[in-house]
């Protein structure tokens, strides 16, 4: 297909895509499909670890016990648990923590559940995993304002800390900054969100939820769109997104360089979000009816707004009663305690097999096919056939490439002069994932 049929199919596919909103808000709702959400909400069996990080109960343990050290900060005063409050699902239950300059920081503390499963962290993203991000609030002036090696020496002249470092490190027991974003992240990956009300319904239980309740249900994954973004069991789709809040943070924008991804936060989770307002990421709306009000009314329309967003949602006062009787079932009645799950390591590289291919579609959020192999000297065609604005990033040696924003109906293509394996990805839809195997060509081989 020409590049302008393709923007012509993606205008075609939006307008189907409004219509049936439209239409649906004057119609009856169609009748909720229990047998497909209790799939698509369905809690995994174990938690997913890295394989350069397994989870052990000494270091687990290690890593509770760091979270709550106020060594690690400047002043001895603060502990990432001072912010990440147990009882307030790891969040400080302010709009926005005062920092150590005396001034609110720039946003709101996040709750910690699930983590396990993120694919990056921060408000936006600026942080690839758990153990790279521990390291920041440590150092950062305005938040603990620490001295990573004064931490560190204070945390091995305790003889105490020293042995439960050895016992969770065997091989490498030192007291270092690698053993101790590892302990921390360990630790963090088994704040596993409990089951709630809702998750009995999702097993089968009908009459765990409410009436209102399974109205609301209704509503976020039918006419309020909420699940366009909030899915899964995390009610995530760990992508970034401008959902018109009036705050002049630029979120992903500056962190990817590019612009069409400024105001864009990362969606975050809704589980156990009764113990943790006010929400957003500048704590900005106080309750969930608040945050219902601001996606049927408030959203302020600019360029950046996700295409994921229902241009305009109808609700009731009855119907935003319901959407947040839903929101409210994802909570525990007393404060959460985390769920105990078996770890696995994740397994690198499983996913489609490798083929030749020159062209990818990055239709519904997914490249198609997902791995290809190239040869050294070819170049990749990624067309954007999707309905959203895309930000094409490799990863590998040699290359690193980054598309600005892609819109819809534009084609990106990317040589690869290097042999080797390169990861292609959004960088505002990063579950995204492309693998990309360059093949060495011999000399004879050239056409
Ligand atoms: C002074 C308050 C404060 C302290 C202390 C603090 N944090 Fe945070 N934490 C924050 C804020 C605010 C953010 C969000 C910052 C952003 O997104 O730009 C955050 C973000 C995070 C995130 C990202 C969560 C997500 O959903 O992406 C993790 C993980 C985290 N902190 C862990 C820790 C750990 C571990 C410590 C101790 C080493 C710690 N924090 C200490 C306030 C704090
Ligand atoms: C286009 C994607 C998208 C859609 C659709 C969407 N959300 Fe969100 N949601 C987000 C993002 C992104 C944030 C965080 C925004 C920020 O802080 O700037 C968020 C934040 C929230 C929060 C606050 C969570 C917290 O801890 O701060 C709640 C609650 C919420 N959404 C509920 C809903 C409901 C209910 C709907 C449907 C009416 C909905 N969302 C539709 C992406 C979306």
New binding site residues.
């Given amino acids: 297909m020409t590049r302008e049929g393709l923007a012509k199919a993606g205008r075609v596919l939006a307008g189907l895509v409004l219509a049936s909103l439209v239409g649906g808000a004057a119609d009856k709702p169609a009748p909720l499909d229990a047998e497909h959400w209790r799939k698509v909400f369905a809690r995994p069996d174990h938690t997913p670890t890295p394989p350069n990080n397994p989870a052990t109960t000494e270091k687990v343990a290690l890593g509770a016990k760091l979270f709550d050290d106020t060594r690690l900060s400047g002043d001895g005063m603060t502990a990432c648990s001072t912010c990440h409050q147990a009882d307030l699902s790891f969040s400080d239950g302010v709009d926005r923590h005062v920092g150590h300059d005396g001034q609110p920081l720039d946003r709101?503390t996040?709750?910690l559940w699930n983590l396990a499963w993120g694919l990056s962290f921060f408000?936006d993203g600026r942080a690839s995993s758990l153990e790279t991000q521990a390291m920041v609030p440590i150092e950062n002036v305005r938040e603990m304002a620490g001295d990573l090696q004064t931490s560190l020496r204070e945390l091995s002249s305790d003889p105490q800390m020293r042995r439960a470092f050895a016992a969770a490190f065997p091989d490498d027991p030192a007291v270092s900054r690698d053993n101790l974003a590892k302990a921390l992240a360990a630790f963090q990956r088994t704040l596993v969100s409990p089951e709630t009300r809702f998750d009995q319904w999702v097993k089968g239980d009908d009459k765990a939820l409410e009436p209102d309740e399974l109205a609301g249900f209704s509503?976020?994954v039918g006419k309020?769109?909420?699940?366009?973004?909030?899915q899964g069991w995390r009610f995530t789709?760990e992508?970034?997104?401008?959902?018109g809040?009036p705050?002049p943070?630029k979120?992903r924008g500056p962190v990817l360089g590019v612009s069409a991804a400024n105001?864009?936060?990362?969606?975050?989770?809704?589980r156990e979000?009764v113990w943790?307002a006010?929400?957003?990421?500048?704590g900005s709306?106080a309750t969930?009816e608040d945050?219902?009000d601001h996606?049927?009314d408030r959203i302020v329309k600019r360029p950046t707004l996700?295409a994921?967003?229902?241009q305009r949602?109808e609700?009731s006062a009855t119907e935003r009663g319901q959407?947040v009787a839903f929101?409210n079932t994802l909570s525990s009645n007393d404060p959460p305690r985390p769920a105990s799950l078996p770890a696995k390591a994740m397994v690198a590289g499983v996913g489609a097999e490798a083929v030749a291919a020159s062209t990818i579609s990055q239709k519904d959020r997914r490249f198609s096919p997902g791995a290809v192999v190239l040869k050294t000297g070819e170049a990749l065609r990624i067309l954007n056939d999707d309905t959203r604005v895309h930000n094409v990033r490799v990863d590998g040696p040699g290359t690193s490439f980054n598309s600005d924003a892609q819109n819809p109906g534009d084609t990106v293509t990317i040589g690869f002069d290097q042999p080797g394996h390169y990861d292609v990805i959004c960088g505002i839809h990063p579950q995204m994932r492309l693998s990309v195997d360059v093949a060495q060509v011999s000399s004879s081989g050239k056409k």
Avoid at 239 to 243: E, K, L, N, R, W
Avoid at 263 to 270: D, E, N, Q, R
């Fill in positions: 709101r996040p709750p408000w509503l976020f309020g769109g909420c699940v366009a973004c909030h789709d992508a970034f997104h401008d959902i809040l705050s943070d979120g105001h864009a936060f990362k969606t975050p989770s809704l979000r943790s006010p929400y957003m990421h500048d709306l969930f945050v219902v996606y049927a996700s994921d967003l229902p949602i609700l959407l929101l």
